[in-house]
């Protein structure tokens, strides 16, 4: 049971927008943490996608962006395209017992 | 550019410790701008964090395996190992060493090694 609450999977066409949404609580994202999000390719580690809410590494496209709001966050992908197809996690840090840093259980895009 | 490499037995035997070490190179596990700690996954799940350090000493666990977990510094070889004691078959995972911003309550994992599968099994 992940403390930030994500759903198991989405999908979309090629060329569309897709949101993944990052449920959290007032110890996490409710008390103004940042979010961060992940793309995890196919056999390969995680990769930064989004840190601070909304802000990309070099070399993301502009087609990922991230925003936040009270308890929760979203990262949202326009333009959709077949090597978009991944598994997505949510961060951010948590006061309560759960730990300091906690993941969300992970989305799983499939681009139809 | 910086690389992260973890290393140790692929087969660990159930009530045993699993011992893992990730080499750094291209950076120095004593800067004062990072933590660098160690995540897991096990199959077909998701992302767990185990714990982490930071250069002065200070060591984060997360709380269910606090009472099992030990991670430890060789600066002199700018290397970090992980111990888990007593492992069961649902230790079994990739294990991740990562490299993570030092902002505290604002961390993010912006750097992280290939991964390396441990299996529990007799």
């Known amino acids: 049971q992940s403390v930030l609450t994500q759903p198991p999977s989405v999908s979309g066409a090629p060329g569309q927008r897709i949101t993944i949404s990052c449920t959290g609580s007032?110890?996490?994202?409710?008390?103004?943490?940042?979010v961060h999000w992940y793309q995890q390719l196919p056999g390969t580690a995680p990769k930064l996608l989004i840190f601070?809410?909304?802000n990309r590494p070099s070399g993301v496209p502009d087609r990922f962006s991230g925003s936040k709001s009270g308890t929760s966050a979203s990262l949202a992908i326009t333009g959709l395209q077949a090597e978009d197809e991944a598994d997505y996690y949510c961060?951010?840090?948590?006061?309560?017992?759960?730990?300091?840093?906690?993941f969300g259980g992970g989305t799983k895009l499939t681009v139809l | 550019q910086l690389q992260l490499q973890e290393s140790g037995p692929r087969l660990v035997k159930p009530s045993e410790t699993l011992s893992l070490t990730c080499t750094v190179s291209?950076?120095?596990?004593?800067?004062?701008?990072?933590?660098w700690g160690w995540i897991r996954q096990p199959p077909g799940k998701g992302l767990e964090w185990i714990g982490s350090?930071?250069?002065?000493?200070?060591?984060y666990y997360t709380p269910s395996l606090k009472s099992r977990v030990t991670i430890s510094v060789d600066t002199s070889k700018n290397l970090f190992s992980l111990k888990l004691s007593s492992v069961t078959a649902a230790d079994t995972a990739v294990y991740y060493c990562?490299?993570?911003?030092?902002?505290?309550?604002?961390?993010?994992?912006?750097?992280w090694g290939q991964g390396t599968l441990v299996t529990v099994s007799s």
């Open positions: 990562a490299r993570h911003s030092s902002n505290y309550f604002l961390s993010y994992f912006d750097f």
């Open positions: 291209g950076g120095s596990i004593s800067s004062s701008s990072h933590y």
């Open positions: 350090f930071y250069y002065i000493g200070t060591t």
């Open positions: 007032g110890s996490n994202i409710g008390a103004r943490y940042d």
């Open positions: 601070d809410n909304t």
């Open positions: 961060q951010s840090y948590d006061r309560s017992l759960s730990g300091h840093w906690v």
